[in-house]
């Protein structure tokens, strides 16, 4: 049986440490594991995952530390935090106690009464106005924070159009396209599919099928939301399902890429499955971890 030393052999680092080292050069490390009948892995790139960032600008800081790449699923602003009512837009407006029966309606799936309620306070503000410039002021934090590079996509609670005004040199802002990172392949699409939340940056599910369609094939797949399987769907705190994409589902089913990576369920039931050869993975709730979720090859 052939067994694996996990460790990285030689890296690359690209950006401002444009250095080679040998990053695990140990001679006896190496003849104990060729004694043992081991088999070397050589891991030559290393990059970094997120998705569901929600605001955790220093944590995001700190995301690309010994990578040579960072990849953002998106879900950057926060707007509200259902484990800490006191954070985000809508509890810095109107109060955590608003907040708390905002959250009670909404997984209670009494969609209509949450909006009515929601709308019932923003009567005579502004909303536009006051959602965008708290947005510009979390979007002007997360963005200074990204590593370069970093290979970014939206989630549904992002505002596409603001991206450009904040996105500096080497950070990269893809959806229904491409990036080569080391000798692989990265496709990203971004948004969700809609949904009685009415988040900012939902699309028909015709027009996200057809992002999807203009990768092509790719090494990793990259998206906010999970395809649709029930394991991968089901957020188990919330206690309901999540919308995922047949579409997705469908490339990795035709295009068997290397990796399928998302987020956007919080709590999944299952973070983490295979459909054919391709490995799907939930990369983490990054707001509640701060932790990163790795690739190596």
Not at 149 to 157: C, K, R
Request: aromatic share 10%; net charge negative; hydrophobic share 45%.
């Amino acid at each position: 049986m052939t067994r694996f030393v996990h460790c990285v052999a030689l890296r690359y680092d690209w950006g401002p440490r444009r250095t080679l080292r040998q990053a695990s050069g140990d001679p006896q490390v190496t003849a104990a594991a060729q004694a043992a009948g081991a088999t070397l892995r050589l891991f030559v790139m290393r990059v970094h995952v997120v998705s569901d960032v929600h605001g955790a600008h220093e944590a995001l800081a700190e995301a690309g530390d010994g990578a040579d790449a960072l990849v953002c699923l998106g879900d950057l602003i926060l707007f509200l935090d259902y484990a800490d009512l006191s954070r985000g837009i809508f509890p810095e407006l109107f109060g955590a106690r608003a907040a708390a029966h905002l959250v009670e309606l909404r997984t209670a799936r009494r969609f209509d009464e949450a909006r009515e309620f929601s709308r019932s306070l923003w009567a005579g503000l502004d909303r536009e106005e006051a959602v965008e410039s708290a947005v510009r002021r979390q979007y002007a934090e997360l963005f200074a924070a990204f590593p370069a590079p970093t290979y970014a996509t939206y989630g549904n609670v992002d505002i596409p159009r603001l991206w450009p005004q904040y996105a500096r040199d080497g950070v990269t802002v893809l959806d229904a396209d491409t990036a080569r990172i080391g000798d692989w392949t990265f496709g990203f699409v971004g948004g969700g599919l809609r949904t009685p939340m009415r988040t900012p940056y939902e699309i028909d599910d015709e027009a996200y099928a057809a992002k999807i369609d203009a990768l092509g094939p790719v090494d990793v797949l990259c998206t906010h939301i999970p395809p649709a399987l029930p394991e991968l769907t089901y957020d188990t705190a919330a206690r309901r399902f999540e919308r995922g994409s047949d579409a997705i589902l469908e490339a990795i089913r035709r295009h068997r890429p290397r990796y399928a990576l998302f987020g956007h369920v919080h709590q999944p039931l299952v973070s983490r499955m295979r459909v054919g050869t391709t490995e799907c993975v939930n990369v983490g709730h990054f707001r509640a971890s701060g932790k990163p979720w790795v690739l190596e090859w």
